[in-house]
């Protein structure tokens, strides 16, 4: 893991590198640490923008952010369109993990989420 092989360990990013991870996981039933830590560094940019001045040029902290929010929107829905096919498919159970659950969700209505929903509730 991250700690192995050092003789120090800083706590708290470690915890939320843990953190990120395992929220990855239990979202998305994803465990490839490439695309964690490329998703984690998308939140980081998108973090650090946040709470910059809002002026959107290129080279502003505030415009990454909003390139940040695009690429991190368009992630999980390759996940999210997969999943419904592995669904329909039954290679993937119903109870897999939250996102399989928001495919069965419905509204007061009868009706599913739509997969921008889907994605838009995944990411906060």
Known sequence: MWWE?????TVFPLTQR??????????????????VARLADLFQLLASGIISIPINLPWTPFNCAI???NL???EPRAIIKQRKVDLAEGK??????????????TNEDGKH??????????LG
Do not use: N
């Not at 092989?5 to 360990?9: A, H, L, M, S």
């Open 5 to 9: 092989g050092k003789d120090e360990v």
């Open 18 to 35: 843990y953190t990120f991870w395992l929220a990855v996981c239990l979202f998305l039933s994803v465990d490839d640490p490439s695309y």
């Open 67 to 69: 390139e940040a929010s």
């Open 72 to 74: 991190i929107r368009k």
């Open 92 to 105: 993937a159970s119903p109870t897999q993990d939250i996102l399989s659950h928001m495919f069965l969700a």
């Open 113 to 122: 989420m739509t997969k921008l929903d889907i994605a838009d509730k995944i």
